[in-house]
């Protein structure tokens, strides 16, 4: 592992603690998808309504938001690989113990638990990757940490599926456990002397407050939540009902749209990355704002089957396009020296807060209004940030390697 010197002239490879990282979000990522099919299933087996079998999704949710702002204090007070491993192991103790539920409030509120490790493992995993990787490879990195994560949310579902015959309990158990394998894999991997040099215990703070004073962070702040509303919340949510309502097999219609989405991401994050370190972090923001915007807000108008799934693949390259050069740019505002974990926090949750409530309104749009108008409220919500990052993000990639807020 090597230290990001920004003042370095040539940019290094990708460091060591970064490709550890990757290999644990694919780890963490696969379990997610193992279980995330059977998960309502299981909960609907204690014989209680749909609605609280949802709920024990939803609470993962609430609980990676309302944990937030602890997580990031965390992070900035005892360092981010002691916050990192600790969110790792309460989300495998919590997953494992799903195993074993008699009751299904025993299931709501280990949920609720590994929410919080989540939100844990997800910020301090973001300012690892701000504090070990070099100014000029900050695309690229961020690229390779949501490919390992794409990839992972790709599979799981796959091996969940061919492997249903072993009953509801046995894939939390599972999950648990190769949670617990990826945990420990970080750990051994920086815990040598070298590794603890890397990532010493404590950097001084940025707080929010002198964020939200940066136009950039506000713009940020506003694509965040539109990737959680568009990307993460509307897109899960409504598509199948919109496929089932509109295409006669609308069950394999939707699937295929929500693969599509995840092809056109999983295509376009193996050279976002470095477009976002070579040309800037703004126009690839603004370039996948755009796409959003055009096809998640069309895609409502979509009357044949392929016309959505070309809808759904070019709205994931907009995704692919949009997240590494939110993190790079993210990244350049902290810099290596600091600890941001309360800025990332605030990202964090600002997006979980579109992921969230995006559901619930786009739902009512759809039921009083119609598809069109469901998916086009993603449209406009992307057309603002658009508008914002227009007339105020600023570039950042030269941020670092300039000194500044370092």
Request: aromatic content about 10%; proline content about 5%.
């Amino acid at each position: 592992m090597t230290t990001a010197d920004p003042s370095a002239g040539a940019a290094p490879k990708i460091p060591t603690t970064i490709w550890v990282l990757a290999a644990a979000a694919f780890i963490i990522a696969l379990g997610y998808g193992f279980i995330a099919p059977i998960l309502p299933q299981f909960t609907a087996s204690f014989g209680v309504s749909l609605a609280a079998a949802g709920a024990v999704v939803s609470v993962f949710a609430a609980a990676r938001l309302i944990g937030a702002p602890g997580a990031g204090l965390l992070v900035d007070r005892l360092g981010s690989r002691p916050v990192y491993l600790t969110g790792l192991f309460i989300v495998a103790a919590a997953t494992f113990l799903v195993a074993f539920a008699q009751a299904y409030w025993h299931i709501f509120a280990l949920r609720f638990i590994a929410g919080f490790g989540s939100t844990m493992f997800t910020l301090s995993a973001q300012a690892l990757i701000v504090r070990v990787t070099h100014p000029s490879i900050r695309g690229r990195a961020n690229a390779l940490y949501a490919s390992a994560f794409l990839l992972g949310n790709i599979i799981g579902p796959v091996i969940g599926a061919a492997l249903s015959f072993l009953g509801f309990r046995l894939p939390f158990a599972v999950y648990g456990m190769g949670v617990a394998v990826a945990a420990v894999m970080v750990w051994a991997a920086t815990s040598t002397p070298r590794g603890r040099a890397v990532l010493p215990a404590k950097l001084p703070p940025m707080h929010v407050r002198e964020a939200l004073a940066m136009p950039t962070y506000q713009s940020l702040l506003t694509s965040a939540f539109t990737n959680g509303w568009a990307n993460f919340g509307a897109r899960v949510s409504v598509l199948p009902l919109f496929a089932a309502a509109v295409f006669a097999n609308g069950g394999a219609a939707a699937g295929l749209a929500l693969t599509a989405y995840a092809l056109g991401t999983a295509v376009t994050l193996q050279f976002s990355g470095r477009l976002a370190d070579r040309h800037g972090r703004k126009p690839l923001v603004v370039s996948g704002l755009v796409a959003v915007a055009v096809f998640t807000g069309c895609m409502g108008f979509a009357t044949t089957f392929w016309s959505l799934i070309i809808a759904s693949a070019l709205a994931g390259v907009g995704g692919g396009l949009m997240n590494p050069a939110q993190q790079a740019a993210l990244a350049d505002i902290i810099g290596n020296r600091r600890s941001g974990g309360t800025v990332l926090s605030t990202f964090q949750m600002t997006q979980d807060a579109g992921a969230i409530f995006a559901p619930i309104v786009v739902g009512m749009l759809a039921e009083r209004y119609g598809f069109a108008a469901a998916f086009a409220s993603c449209g406009v919500i992307a057309a603002l940030s658009l508008v914002v990052w227009l007339t105020r993000g600023q570039e950042t990639r030269t941020l670092s390697t300039q000194g500044i807020k370092e």
